[in-house]
């Protein structure tokens, strides 16, 4: 009888599983028909740039892109140095800098795309903001946050007595590995003092 049973739980398993299954296909479906009636537009390359580039101006950036098709499409830019250090190629997207960035001074730029009908000026999509990141290059050496660090140590004191603690600082990005990691040396009086990465 227990074999019996076992045999009809396996045999109603599937079944459940499969109805489950139809069920959670009619809510994808379901979910993927309001997706698409809310979907945008506006496709996005990642955008973002090395600063300090040496190689010669402009420098491409990225590309803003729009699934409208109209032959008289016209890509627009607007925001922090839009038309001025960035510029869009008005019938391709393409996004370049007309200058050479620095990450200390500024690390990102927000700015807005607009695809206008050039013969009338409508918008032929809701405008969409995107932001350009600069990556950094580990262009900064550390600097010390004071010019002289005063120390003492009572005469007779056992090794390893704390003496002074130095602090230096870098303005490289902390979230890269080693562009500001700083450590310590001491060039002079080495045989009688050592130092620690912590300073």
């Known amino acids: 009888m227990s074999h019996l049973i076992l045999l009809f739980s396996l045999l109603l398993a599937p079944a459940l599983a499969d109805g489950g299954s139809q069920e959670s296909a009619q809510n994808l479906c379901s979910n993927d028909v309001s997706h ?5 537009d506006w496709i996005w390359n990642q955008m973002h740039i090395k600063e300090e580039i040496d190689t010669p101006l402009p420098h491409h950036v990225g590309k803003i892109t729009s699934s409208v098709r109209n032959n008289n499409a016209k890509y627009i830019i607007e925001g922090e140095y839009a038309n001025t250090i960035f510029k869009v190629e008005e019938t391709s997207g393409d996004v ?3 200058e050479r960035l620095d990450r200390e001074k500024k690390a990102e730029y927000e700015l807005t795309a607009l695809i206008i009908d050039r013969t009338n000026n ?11 990141k600069v990556y950094d290059i580990n262009d900064n050496a550390p600097v010390f ?4 660090f005063n120390g003492s ?10 003496v002074t603690k130095v602090t230096a600082v870098d303005a490289d990005d902390p979230t890269v590995s080693g562009h500001a990691t700083v450590t310590y040396q001491v060039t002079k009086g080495g045989e009688y003092f050592t130092i620690d990465d912590s300073g």
Not at 36 to 40: A, E, S, V
Not at 145 to 148: A, I, N, T, Y
């Open 145 to 148: 946050v004071q010019k002289v």
């Open 122 to 132: 409508r918008s032929l999509e809701r405008p969409s903001k995107f932001i350009i």
């Open 36 to 40: 698409k009636r809310q979907k945008r």
């Open 153 to 162: 140590v009572p005469e007779m004191s056992p090794v390893g007595t704390s």
């Open 96 to 98: 370049y800098a007309f």
